[in-house]
């Protein structure tokens, strides 16, 4: 009987449309994705998952495009497994049904199986659309390997089919028992929270374990055990079905199977179908008299066109109160706001720092936690406005009343919009309450209203619009909630595309990044200009809506067309020519700017400028050039305007040994950037004694000169500059923001350079290759001496002088390097005058300038000073004891600090980080100021504080030492800030402070190495973009490296560093220099940690196996511990191999607090060793490497609990 | 004002004929049209009720064009469907008031009236505050015909309203459509014959979509005059009888077959002659045994 039902089911689903439309669809999307993924569009610069070395016919990429696809069919399972019960009810053959002679359990397993055996085949269109794409000639082959069908089947077996069956058991038992479709949609979109919530989670390290098992897809648990994966792990291994994922799966599969036993239980197989329930009244009816003939009372009826209008509020206010008066609308408002308040309350941030709950962060995580809801609340709410009176079955009756069309839809339209104005106050509320239970009441109403209303509430609203166009075509309530959400896939899909120009990308809006510091700034233009351009053409949508309404029977588009066209009156015709007029003007208008004034930037389209630089001018690389040796600037800011000027003279030296007659100088080009430069006019480029132009390039900003007479060694020859950088208009998305109203930071990639720059140059080697360009060269190789003549931070100069004078608008200050000679003010403007009074680098030219307010403090006899937004003083306290226990630590144990002056400058959280200059560090607002660190935890994150001590740092590394430009180079500058700045924390806060940080710091690495996309490399020859080596790893071996052979030996070796080739260059010291002063220190029995953390890729791998203890005569304790010890060398591509032990590890026991009770370098030489060691107290956990100091594969496993023997 | 209709034709787009070259004049008062299932009566009441489109043809009630000032007609138009449903949760009284507000009755007070008046005249008004989830499938369409009065009404088109009911029901809907069919013109479409004959001074009979016959309900059944006639027959002869003569109906009557035929004479032995009624008529029309030419329908 089951096997009949399940046909009758399947077959019922087989002859629907719909089934084919999903089918296709998902077959479509699965396609799409791999060719996305696998290069078919060349200017698609974004991958799936799978960039990098991962190909796109890896298991690893093929279970996430599947898992990923099938994720979008939520809804389709909500409607298929609704619909399996609930489509006897809306047909009203229950009767049938419920007095057939078939079992309840017959009834509902033969319509759960069906439903899901029809789910089945849709989803598996999924695979087959990939598995298709794959074989697609226009992917490029370097994307495909070798691909096996289990790889396309195991997707299936762990994630989509228990996916399917779980999310199934939902939907069916909630239309079963709720005997309701809406019940199904708050279910689909309950489902989603699990898995916000999950992905919430997991983005804080400890609870990834709680957080893959929460995750009702299944996703994270995924992602917990492929995170360290390395890119050849990804591209062999299967995701194997055990530990987490197997829980996962297990814990959710018997949820779902305890929903189904329990809709077993409570589905009632009797008649009394509720809600239709037609009992018939008292017999009084019966004795009812013939009614009188009287006549009706003669009412007058005005139907003039202000009697519409007040029809159409009153009808709006019923559909609106018909909407918000529903349990499932609150449910939904209530998840939404939970949702919103917990996105906003933990706060995340790097290294999980806690920050004050600003406005504009309460919007921006708030906003995001409840605009899922608000999505899924126009989708759900358009349909059941647009089908109310159908699915009522009062539209006769209605369509027929003497009603304007346009008040029909014009008042479900205006109802969801108010249940808009409803939800985007509940973000406020949510906002205010958060920030309440923080007990931060600086609640900025003005900036809620604004981002609420003027942006978030427009945007809903073009969605509102959008959304009822959509269920009027489709004019299928399921199939319409589909369609949304595959406009709300292309939403996703499509700029990854490098289809980026919001003219076209209906109802989208740029971005925008609020600061507190410069508002809306830049970003504010294109945001309203696309609002007018998308509002004008909503209203456009919403004429053609009215056109198309549904009413009466005739419900086909195309009859409907061609109604249209009978019911379209002036006043419509009118509108929409004027609309279309407008929406064209504005669209006009936005083209010029965004295309005309500016160019449209893609990814795709500066790969390709700096492509074009490489190909064409690399050639001049070798060309002996010059080198800049002062540099005088003059800037004039011109905020308001966003305009820069850069005049000045650079003086250059010819220091090599033959005449020069040729000079090459790059102006960074507008287009090579992702964030659009501002346009650059050449006003005067000219080298003092004349000049011929022998090469003009100045889209790429490349010129040569040729001189009139050639340079002799040691001639020096001044170049003239008069640079002019404006930002004209406004830009599709991402405007430039180094030059802003508040808050500008340029750098010297603004002044002009000398020669060919390498910088230029792609890193990414898909990219490259898109490009048809080689594998990345990086950096010269350590063994090339002749690239120690040029330093890490710039090719065009060794030490400059620095002299300059800064003007700004008069209400900013505005600072460069250097210490200030003379400040005044002169026609409305402010002045400034900067000199060093030693050289420093070239590559250490900023400036910066907006409205601050100062904090000044000493250091014996250096200034301290922190210039910062007036509001953001949360965390100067604790920047000022970075800069002081920084320089306190890298005087003692270093080298004096070598200026008078040590300044912070705030600057936007346009970027996130903090950089060193001389004497002068911009940081970001988006990283210090507005943290809150708690003071009693031990090991809570003192970003701030970590961020100064690490900046100050640079100060000796950067500005001190310069590494040469060789591989490597980052392994002196940016490795050694790190381990000065871990040192100072651990001499300001303590031991106990360092093991959660130095967690992370190894968490980054791991996660790092596995999303390499070129070819990880030891520290030793590290690349600049491989922070992940150089900041976490680096940090970390050091770290390791002071506790195995001591602190002073390390600090005695970077002092000699630092007094050898302090200020000193060219030719400059490499990462194989700092390793030989570092192996000087370096007793025997230690040299072979270079080999393992320097020179190769290690990892290990180790564990406690068990830990027993027993008590000895005299009160003490003898542990016995059991641990495992596996030590892997690994290549570039991640492929590793073991290799033997004999390594000094760590042995500990600790007692319940936490405390070591032992802790000791043992040698371990087998995989399998045990250890006896006797201590004072109760043992607690026993281990190996208990500290992590090593990298450790696996971190977690390291201890073990001591049982009693 | 009549409701003129001239020449409809509606074809669907999976080919069936709905409305074939409709003509018919509808004056003041009830007129039934009758037919059986699928003859296109509510194709014909849903394209005058302004919620479908003709694919040509022409309907005018008094100066009003129907077919493309569908705003004016729904000004003076009460609709009850075939089916329909009522938003379960809402009262009887509330809703009623709400179908007033879209039916142009904006004083308020006046409003109250209507709606108090037409509660009572079709006997809700004890049952005004009562969910319309509760209802009986009578007090439903009672309800369906009182929201067709609202707004007074020059034309109220009836589709089905009796399918479903009990008799008592019926009885009691029909002297509520009598009461209010006397100074309007109420299309009543039916496929039970008795509904015509008891309330309707002018009738159509529409069949496969076109117009079989039309006119007053006696007159027309006057036409078949002693030309029908009655005979019990054993069961299994009722094919032989079908072939043989013009058979209109055959029913069962205390366990024998009783068959009615057409005949201008005694058919043969056994035949009684029968006083012709409405049901024998529509059942010779629709068999095709009367002949009427279309002309006829329109005056």
Known sequence: MIASILTFEFARRLRRISTYVYFVVFFGLGFLFVLMSGGAFPQATVDFGTGGKVLVTSPFALNLIITFVSFFGVV???????????????????????????????????????????????????????????????LDAARIGQQSFYSYFQPYLTMVIPNLIFISAIFFALAALGKKMLPVYAGSVILLIGYFVASQLSSDLTMSTWAAMVDPFGGNAITRITQYWTPFQRNTQIVPFTGVLLWNRVWWLGIGAAILGATYVRFSFSHAAVGRATQNLKSEDAVEAIPTTRALPLASLRFSLGDSFRELISLTSLQFSETVKNVFFAVLVLAGALMAIFSAYDINSPFSTPVYPVTWRMLELGGAGFSLFILAIITFYSGELVWRERDAQLNQIMDAMPVRRWVLFLSKLFALMLVQVLLVLMVMVCGVFVQVLHGYHKFE?????????????????????????????????????????????AGITVPQMNLQDYLYRLGEMPRVVFSDMNGYGPFAAPLV????????????????????????MEDSLRNRFKLAAVRISSASGTGFAVCALLFVGVGGYIYYNTHILNRLMTPYVFQHERAQYEIKYKQYQKMPQPRITDIEADLALYPDQRVADFRGKEWLENKSDTPIDGIAVTIWPEDVDVIPRPHVEIRKLTLAGGQTLVLEDPSLGFFIYKMSSPLPPHGRIALDFDLSYTNPGFVNSMPNTDIVRNGSFVNASYLPFIGYQQDVQLVDDSARHRQHLEKSPGLPKLDDVAARQNNYGSTSADWVNFEGTISTSSDQTAIMPGYLQKEWTQAGRHY???????????????????????????????????????????????????????????????????????????????????????NTIPFSEGIGFITYVDPQKVDAINLPFFVTAHETAHQWWGHQVMSANTEGATAIVESLAQYSALMVMRHTYGPESMKKFLRYQLDGYLRGRAQERNEEKPLLTVEPNQGYIHYNKGGMVMYA????????????????????????GPPYPTSADLVNYLRKETPAEFQYLYDDWFENITIFDNRAVSATYSQLADGKYQVHISVEAQKYRADGKGQEHLVPLHDLIDIGVQDAKGKFLYLAKQKIEQEHQDFTVTVDQLPSQAGIDPLIKLVDRNPDDNLAKVEKQ | MDLRIENLSKRYPNGTQALEDVSLNIPQGMFGLLGPNGAGKSTLMRTLATLQEADSGRATLGDIDVLRHKDAVRRVLGYLPQEFGLYPKVSAEGLLAHFAVLKGIRNAKERREVVQALLQQTNLYEHRKQALGSFSGGMKQRFGIAQALLGNPKLIIVDEPTAGLDPEERVRFHNLLSAIGQNIIVILSTHIVSDVTDLCHAMAIIHEGRVRVAGNPSQLVDRLRGMVWRKSIPHDEVANYRERFQMISMRLFAGQTVVHVLSARPPEAGFDPVTPDLEDFYFATIRGFVEEPAAVAVK
């Open chain 1, 445 to 489: 109403f003005g900036l809620y209203f604004t981002d609420l209303f003027a942006h978030r509430l427009i945007a809903f609203w073009i969605l509102c619009v959008i959304a009822m166009l959509v269920h009027t075509i489709v004019n299928h309530k399921y199939l319409g909630h589909f369609v949304m959400v595959l406009y709300f896939v």
């Open chain 1, 832 to 918: 400034f005058h900067y000199k060093a009074d030693a050289p420093i680098l070239d590559g250490g030219f900023s400036a910066n300038s907006a409205g601050y307010t100062v904090m000044r403090d000493r250091w014996h006899d250096v200034n301290l000073e922190i210039y910062y937004h007036s509001g953001h003083e949360f965390d100067l306290d604790r920047m000022v004891l970075g800069m002081k226990s920084s320089l306190d630590y890298c005087t003692a144990n270093f080298s004096p600090f070598q200026f008078k002056q040590l300044r912070i400058i705030e600057f936007p959280r346009y970027g996130d980080f903090a950089e060193s200059f001389p």
């Open chain 1, 76 to 138: 389709v399972i909500a409607a298929i497994s609704g619909q399996a019960t609930y489509q006897d009810l809306d047909s009203n053959s229950t009767a049938f049904f419920y007095t057939a002679p078939i079992t309840k359990f017959d009834y509902l397993s033969g319509r759960f199986l069906g439903a899901l055996a029809i789910q089945a085949v849709i989803f598996a269109s999924v695979g087959l659309g990939t598995w298709t794409g794959t074989r697609m000639p226009w």
């Open chain 1, 1041 to 1064: 490296l002071q506790d195995y052979i001591g602190e002073d030996y390390v600090s005695k070796a970077l002092a000699a560093l630092v007094k050898d080739w302090g200020f000193k």
């Open chain 1, 529 to 552: 200009w696309f609002e007018l351009y998308w509002g004008v053409g909503a209203i456009l949508l919403a004429i053609l809506v009215n056109l198309l309404w549904v009413r009466g």
